[in-house]
């Protein structure tokens, strides 16, 4: 029995594969076509010119003391805390961290990432929606900047907007403004302001540990905010950790130490404006400036004088504002600006007010330094008239003749007024604003001979600033609250005649008798009392600091209570007491003789509780006439006489001093006496050396004299 083989044949197979075959066709000619528009617009795209690029978000504003930590803070005008990096590259770990765990080969590609998109399309397509990103660093930085839908086109775009930025900016550029836009949990933008809300230090400070949980946020925010999902923001730390030592970015060692370290990351509270006397800050730095903002204060000496001045004013009572200011001489920079007592919009240290008799010394400064009076002259404390008006003492008594030091001293009006008679209404005006009282040139013409005993208005920081150019012995220098460097200042006043107003205020006996605290203390400083007892004012400066109180009355009421001497000068003896211990500086005698005077160097000091105030100030070796850079010109009518240097150094007392221009020995003194010199026109190298071995320098050039026609002679 034979088997035969018989083939079926199924009706319709062919057809069925000819139809597979021609939707295998469409398919393939459709993804071609579909392909090929894709390419062609994205050709088209790339060939367009980039959007311009939008702005950062508004930037919060932070100020930070001398020692860079914050004294104020307030968020953006969007309510949010974004601080713009400090610097580029603050922190390399933190940007190797990003790197490590956003996109490994952002380095090596150009915008679009082949591997990581071949890698997500498939985990797409096998659950069938988005499971992994492709996102590279510039594609992300591409969304922050221009927000859109996720979805493939906006995918799409992305990456062809990433090509386009990679043509135009360098890797480092882009990566420094993603983290400089990138979310990091809350209200935090920025890595910057990351760095100060969840670890209360600057980026450059971070460890390897805290930057890998910073470089974890962006990726999801809110899941990962350390404050309420620590577990997850430590598990997302340690897979960034892990990816930086799997790529060779860290070494094992570092892993371990990084990873074994405590999640201290938490919500930091930043000082806000209301709390500190924000609004006192906020006018004197530089106008529309935010963002990270480094200024001068020293937060040892603004959280005291805060302190006292809160004391002060509930002393005082409901109604009373009260301002400090104060400034370190030898440069001109603010180390404490207080207001209190007003409102929290109000900066009392910059309102405008009569300043009483806190102008006289300024009046007796130019009498000096015009040869008119000496400190030892006699004055006449007696009724005068001017036009029809009699001005009196604020204690309606007249003492009679007294030196011109006591009139200084004892604040009284009539010598003061008689001084600015004989000077010059104009020409006292235009010294005062040369000195740092913005205005008084013209007021000083309405104000008339008033303008010695208050009747015009000057704010507590413009006054402070014509103390402390009193205390650089005439050399005016504007204030500043941010390190700047400057040059070396304009002089104004004679610093002989500065020395003899200095030496007038600085009697120690008057100092115990204000302020018991103060009895050890060399300080130069006068009061003030507006008429009615509206304001209350004290000046006060050591060689160091220049310290200004003002005491008023925001509704503008008198209280005859409110005086400089009982209400301004205690406060502020006290503050420059504590915060410089002043020993050196102006002798106790009237005769400028045996005035000295030291520019001591480096910052105040903080108050601490433990330093007695036994404590004195080193007598170093200092030049003190001329001044450093001081710019000199002869008289064009005597060109050839060339310029006469007064050369003045202060050290250790008693003790011989040699004098060198340009390693040329010019003259031999004692420490406090002046010594002229003639120079001719040129750049001339001062030094000065004593028999301890103690030596100073000084330069100053004298310019030649110009005629009309520009040509020396």
Avoid at 66 to 87: F, I, K
Avoid at 524 to 539: F, I, N, Y
Avoid at 674 to 702: F, R, Y
Wanted: charge should be negative.
């Amino acid at each position: 029995m034979s088997s035969t083989a018989t083939a079926v044949v199924v009706p319709g197979d062919g057809g069925q594969r000819r139809s597979g075959a021609r939707i295998v066709r469409t398919v393939c000619l459709g993804g071609l076509l579909t392909v090929a528009i894709g390419i062609g617009l994205s050709a088209l795209l790339i060939c367009q010119p980039y959007p311009e690029t939008p702005p950062l978000e508004p930037a919060a504003t932070t100020a930070f003391g001398a020692d860079g930590q914050p004294l104020w803070s307030v968020t953006s005008s969007n309510r949010s805390w974004h601080l713009p990096a400090s610097q580029p590259h603050a922190n390399p770990s933190l940007e190797q961290a990003v790197v490590a765990i956003e996109d490994q080969r952002f380095f090596s590609h150009y915008g679009v990432d082949l591997h990581a998109i071949i890698g997500s399309a498939w985990q797409d397509l096998r659950h069938c929606g988005f499971r992994r990103g492709a996102s590279t660093i510039t594609m992300q930085l591409e969304r922050l900047r221009h927000p859109r839908a996720r979805c493939w086109s906006s995918k799409l775009i992305e990456a062809l907007r990433a090509c386009q930025l990679e043509r135009s900016t360098s890797k480092e550029a882009i990566l420094a403004e993603y983290l400089d836009r990138a979310p990091f949990g809350a209200n935090v933008l920025g890595a910057e302001a990351a760095s100060w809300r969840w670890f209360g230090r600057p980026l450059r400070s971070l460890s390897l540990a805290q930057c890998a949980l910073l470089a974890g946020l962006p990726q999801s925010p809110t899941r990962l905010r350390p404050d309420r999902h620590p577990d997850a923001a430590r598990a997302r730390r340690d897979a960034v950790l892990l990816a930086m030592l799997q790529q060779g970015l860290i070494s094992a060692p570092s892993y371990e130490t990084a990873r074994a370290e405590a999640m201290d990351a938490k919500w930091q509270e930043l000082p806000q404006e209301h709390e500190t006397g924000g609004a006192a800050l906020a006018s004197v730095l530089p106008s529309g400036q935010t963002g990270c903002i480094a200024t001068t204060l020293d937060p040892g000496v603004q959280a005291l004088v805060a302190r006292l001045a809160q004391e002060q004013a509930q002393d005082l009572g409901v109604g009373t504002g009260l301002a400090v200011v104060v400034v370190d001489n030898q440069d001109a920079t603010l180390r404490a600006l207080v207001s209190v007592g007003g409102p929290a919009d109000l900066d009392l240290t910059a309102i405008r007010r009569s300043p009483g008799s806190t102008l006289k010394p300024f009046v007796y400064a130019a009498a000096f330094d015009q040869g008119l009076v000496q400190p030892g002259s006699i004055l006449a404390d007696d009724p005068s008239a001017w036009q029809g008006f009699m001005p009196q003492n604020m204690d309606h008594t007249y003492i009679g003749d007294l030196t011109a030091a006591e009139a200084l001293a004892e604040s009284r009006n009539l010598p003061a007024m008689h001084l600015l008679q004989q000077i010059g209404i104009p020409t006292a005006g235009r010294l005062l604003e040369a000195c740092g009282l913005e205005g008084l040139a013209q007021q000083s013409v309405q104000a008339g001979l008033d303008l010695a005993i208050g009747g015009c208005v000057v704010s507590p920081r413009d006054l402070a600033e014509a103390y402390a150019t009193l205390a650089r012995l005439g050399v005016h220098r504007r204030l500043s609250i941010t390190p700047v460097v400057e040059g070396p200042g304009e002089r104004v006043l004679g610093a002989h005649a500065c020395l003899q107003v200095l030496d007038s205020l600085a009697d120690q006996a008057r100092t115990a008798a204000c302020c018991p605290a103060a009895a050890a203390a060399v300080v130069a400083w006068k009061t003030g009392t507006s008429s009615g007892c509206r304001d209350a004012w004290c000046a006060a400066c050591s060689v160091r600091c220049t310290v200004v109180v003002w005491c008023g009355c925001i509704r503008d009421s008198g209280d005859p209570d409110l005086t400089g001497l009982t209400a301004a000068a205690p406060l502020a003896l006290t503050v420059i007491e504590t915060i410089d211990h002043p020993r050196v500086g102006w002798s106790g005698g009237t005769t400028s003789s045996t005035v000295v005077h030291e520019f001591t160097k480096g910052p105040l000091e903080s108050p601490d509780p433990q330093r007695t105030t036994t404590s004195v100030l080193a007598a170093d070796l200092v030049v003190v006439e001329p001044t450093m850079g001081e710019h000199l010109c002869p008289d064009p009518d005597r060109p050839q006489a060339g310029v006469m240097l007064h050369l003045l150094a202060h050290g250790t007392p008693g003790a011989t001093l040699w004098w060198f221009d340009d390693d040329r020995p010019v003259a031999q003194a004692l420490v406090g006496e002046t010594v002229s010199l003639p120079v001719a026109c040129g750049v001339h190298h001062l030094h000065v050396i004593d028999a301890q071995g103690g030596s100073a320098t000084c330069q100053v050039e004298v310019d030649p004299v110009e005629t009309e026609m520009g040509a020396l002679r």
